[in-house]
């Protein structure tokens, strides 16, 4: 047994390396290689490079570092071809049903019930005239350009972090100071108050010493008198004894006033307050965690089943000097660094709003932009119709402030709402709801009806409302289309635009009622409602929750945007 485990020490593991360390496999061992020598051609592991480098000190080594300059070993499958999940394989296919690159093992595996499995040499004919493909560079080229501002911003931030942390501790310092200066008074007012007292007390006792010495003075030097004048005869004795009389009297008289106080002290009663209200502030103020970019928005604040309440709103006007007519918005949603963008319908424009409501930058669509959705990052997908089947999703990406059409993916349906949930866009035709890939490719149809106005996923992707304009109806589906619930309600004429929060709270505009509402989670009951044409919403068409500034903006066919505040 022991031979065994000696030669099996000695063959090396039998794990599967990108690399092998040359020598140690000329010894029969696998050992991973951690360094490639250009002149050499050859792989080393730690221990061996070592004496590679005592024989050739001119020779140039690269490390893990710099791996992708590490020329493959024959036989070995390149880099780019290597199957992630079976480094021995190459990627030979595709499987469409999955729309996910695959080596015979991964088939094998896990797509042997697939029915489309095609070979990545007749899928991949005619990719470099492909416009996608074409326009890859520079997808990536703005893609690391976002990656490196977002560092960049990153650093800038942790700066500001730590001049902030220095401010924060000086305005603690500073209040501290003024702490201890308001202590310090208080110590030297009581303690003066506290040398008065003594002092009175004091000289009240040293008058009260004085008079008793005086009066014991008095009483010897009359005794004396007295019993000098023994021989004198009687007339002296009488007078010493009346005037004698007189001061016993009086001496009485001053132990009975002085005995009237037994002792002087003096007694101290803090206020306990002070103590109290000190132990009850466990820090100098409170601190915010302000981050734009939190996973959990500050909708989390609050439950999933609070009741919202309206705390006024405000009004923006988003028309600027290039449109021809009145603003219809009908698509709003919110960046991760707090930007809004909308959609105007009616003067075909997309438009992006700075932290305060003002529009700082648009551009323009070939025909009428409908919904969107936000992707991920600062890009969001804009529906984009011709009031025919020509219809297409132009995916906008904001950089330096700028909205730039990045890529267009072509449907064979009409394109009136978009949601975005994993790896997959969810896309409305106003009579069906279809899945896609977020390369466009169709995966299904989910749900089918007459009217498929908007749609919202909540957060966990397991449910999916839409809004039925014509029947006046909130839809509430699963995610595989089965229909929950069907909801109604007297202010729900013309259910419109569907928005819901990361926290599951559901929201929705009604273009004929003229309402903005709460509903429950299930799609079952109305909870609030929350605007109506006296706030100042007027055929609202799209609604969206801010969780910066936990207020709802609401637009529709007017030249304002309607910000309330929700409390």
């Given at each position: 047994m022991a031979s065994k485990f000696e030669s099996s020490i000695q063959r090396g593991c039998d794990f599967i390396h990108d690399f092998a360390c040359s020598p140690?496999?000329?010894?029969?061992?696998?050992?991973?290689?951690?360094?490639?020598?250009?002149?050499?051609?050859?792989?080393?592991c730690d221990i061996c490079v070592t004496k590679h480098n005592g024989l050739y000190k001119r020779h140039s080594v690269l490390d893990r570092k710099d791996v992708?300059?590490?020329?493959?070993?024959?036989?070995?499958?390149?880099?780019?071809?290597?199957?992630?999940?079976?480094?021995?394989?190459?990627?030979?296919?595709?499987?469409?049903?999955?729309?996910?690159?695959?080596?015979?093992?991964?088939?094998?595996?896990?797509?042997?019930n697939c029915s489309s499995i095609q070979h990545i040499p007749d899928v991949a004919k005619g990719i470099r005239k492909d416009p996608e493909f074409r326009q890859l560079p520079q997808r990536v080229a703005v893609l690391r350009k976002q990656i490196e501002d977002m560092i960049n911003d990153r650093k800038?931030?942790?700066?500001?972090?730590?001049?902030t942390r220095t401010t924060i501790v000086d305005e603690i310092k500073a209040t501290r100071k003024k702490i201890n200066d308001i202590l310090d008074k208080m110590v030297k007012t009581t303690v003066h108050d506290l040398d008065r007292l003594v002092a009175d007390q004091e000289l009240s006792i040293q008058k009260d010493m004085e008079s008793c010495t005086q009066m014991d003075d008095e009483l010897k030097n009359i005794i004396y008198d007295i019993q000098s004048k023994d021989s004198s005869g009687e007339p002296p004795l009488y007078i010493g004894f009346r005037k004698c009389e007189e001061i016993i009297k009086q001496a009485n008289e001053l132990l009975q006033n002085m005995s009237s106080v037994v002792k002087y002290e003096i007694t101290f009663r803090?206020?306990?307050?002070?103590?109290?209200?000190?132990?009850?502030?466990?820090?100098?103020?409170?601190?915010?965690?302000?981050?734009?970019?939190?996973?959990?928005?500050?909708?989390?604040?609050?439950?999933?089943?609070?009741?919202?309440a309206t705390n006024g709103y405000k009004k923006y006007n988003v028309k600027?000097?290039?449109?021809?007519?009145?603003?219809?918005?009908?698509?709003?949603?919110?960046?991760?660094?707090?930007?809004?963008?909308?959609?105007?319908?009616?003067?075909?424009?997309?438009k992006l709003l700075d932290q305060e409501y003002r529009v700082v930058n648009h551009c323009d669509v070939p025909k009428y932009p409908f919904d969107m959705c936000h992707i991920g990052g600062n890009e969001v997908a804009v529906c984009v119709n011709n009031n025919d089947n020509r219809c297409e999703l132009h995916?906008?990406?904001?950089?330096?402030?700028?909205?730039?059409?990045?890529?267009k993916l072509s449907l064979f349906h009409r394109c009136f709402s978009a949601a975005h949930h994993g790896n997959n866009l969810y896309i409305s035709s106003n009579?069906?709801?279809?899945?896609?890939?977020m390369t466009g490719k169709l995966i299904e149809k989910l749900y089918e009806d007459k009217s498929v106005m908007r749609i919202a996923i909540s957060n966990d992707g397991k449910t999916i409302y839409t809004t039925n304009l014509s029947k006046n109806q909130l839809i509430t589906l699963d995610n595989l289309g089965n229909k929950l619930?069907?909801?109604?309600?007297?202010?729900?004429?013309?259910?419109?635009?569907?928005?819901?929060?990361?926290?599951?709270?559901?929201?929705?505009?009604?273009?004929?009622?003229?309402?903005?509402?709460?509903?429950?989670?299930?799609?079952?009951?109305?909870?609030?409602?929350?605007?109506?044409?006296q706030d100042g919403v007027y055929t609202p068409q799209a609604v969206f929750f801010s969780s910066r500034t936990s207020s709802m903006v609401v637009g529709g066919w007017k030249d304002t945007l309607r910000v309330i505040n929700v409390r």
């Amino acid at each position: 047994m022991a031979s065994k485990f000696e030669s099996s020490i000695q063959r090396g593991c039998d794990f599967i390396h990108d690399f092998a360390c040359s020598p140690c496999e000329e010894d029969g061992l696998n050992t991973e290689a951690q360094h490639f020598c250009n002149l050499c051609t050859k792989y080393y592991c730690d221990i061996c490079v070592t004496k590679h480098n005592g024989l050739y000190k001119r020779h140039s080594v690269l490390d893990r570092k710099d791996v992708k300059k590490w020329a493959a070993p024959p036989g070995m499958v390149d880099v780019l071809e290597r199957c992630e999940r079976h480094p021995g394989e190459a990627l030979k296919l595709v499987c469409g049903d999955h729309d996910q690159l695959c080596c015979h093992v991964c088939v094998a595996v896990d797509h042997r019930n697939c029915s489309s499995i095609q070979h990545i040499p007749d899928v991949a004919k005619g990719i470099r005239k492909d416009p996608e493909f074409r326009q890859l560079p520079q997808r990536v080229a703005v893609l690391r350009k976002q990656i490196e501002d977002m560092i960049n911003d990153r650093k800038k931030n942790s700066a500001s972090l730590r001049k902030t942390r220095t401010t924060i501790v000086d305005e603690i310092k500073a209040t501290r100071k003024k702490i201890n200066d308001i202590l310090d008074k208080m110590v030297k007012t009581t303690v003066h108050d506290l040398d008065r007292l003594v002092a009175d007390q004091e000289l009240s006792i040293q008058k009260d010493m004085e008079s008793c010495t005086q009066m014991d003075d008095e009483l010897k030097n009359i005794i004396y008198d007295i019993q000098s004048k023994d021989s004198s005869g009687e007339p002296p004795l009488y007078i010493g004894f009346r005037k004698c009389e007189e001061i016993i009297k009086q001496a009485n008289e001053l132990l009975q006033n002085m005995s009237s106080v037994v002792k002087y002290e003096i007694t101290f009663r803090k206020h306990n307050e002070i103590e109290d209200n000190l132990c009850s502030v466990t820090t100098f103020g409170e601190l915010n965690d302000s981050n734009v970019f939190c996973k959990q928005p500050r909708t989390s604040l609050f439950p999933r089943d609070h009741v919202f309440a309206t705390n006024g709103y405000k009004k923006y006007n988003v028309k600027i000097s290039s449109d021809k007519g009145k603003c219809d918005i009908r698509g709003i949603c919110e960046l991760p660094g707090g930007e809004i963008i909308i959609t105007d319908y009616n003067n075909m424009t997309v438009k992006l709003l700075d932290q305060e409501y003002r529009v700082v930058n648009h551009c323009d669509v070939p025909k009428y932009p409908f919904d969107m959705c936000h992707i991920g990052g600062n890009e969001v997908a804009v529906c984009v119709n011709n009031n025919d089947n020509r219809c297409e999703l132009h995916v906008i990406n904001i950089t330096k402030g700028k909205l730039v059409t990045t890529r267009k993916l072509s449907l064979f349906h009409r394109c009136f709402s978009a949601a975005h949930h994993g790896n997959n866009l969810y896309i409305s035709s106003n009579t069906a709801l279809y899945v896609y890939t977020m390369t466009g490719k169709l995966i299904e149809k989910l749900y089918e009806d007459k009217s498929v106005m908007r749609i919202a996923i909540s957060n966990d992707g397991k449910t999916i409302y839409t809004t039925n304009l014509s029947k006046n109806q909130l839809i509430t589906l699963d995610n595989l289309g089965n229909k929950l619930a069907t909801f109604t309600d007297p202010d729900l004429l013309g259910s419109w635009g569907v928005h819901v929060t990361t926290a599951g709270h559901v929201f929705v505009c009604c273009y004929n009622s003229n309402t903005v509402l709460q509903v429950d989670k299930d799609g079952k009951t109305k909870l609030a409602t929350l605007a109506r044409r006296q706030d100042g919403v007027y055929t609202p068409q799209a609604v969206f929750f801010s969780s910066r500034t936990s207020s709802m903006v609401v637009g529709g066919w007017k030249d304002t945007l309607r910000v309330i505040n929700v409390r």
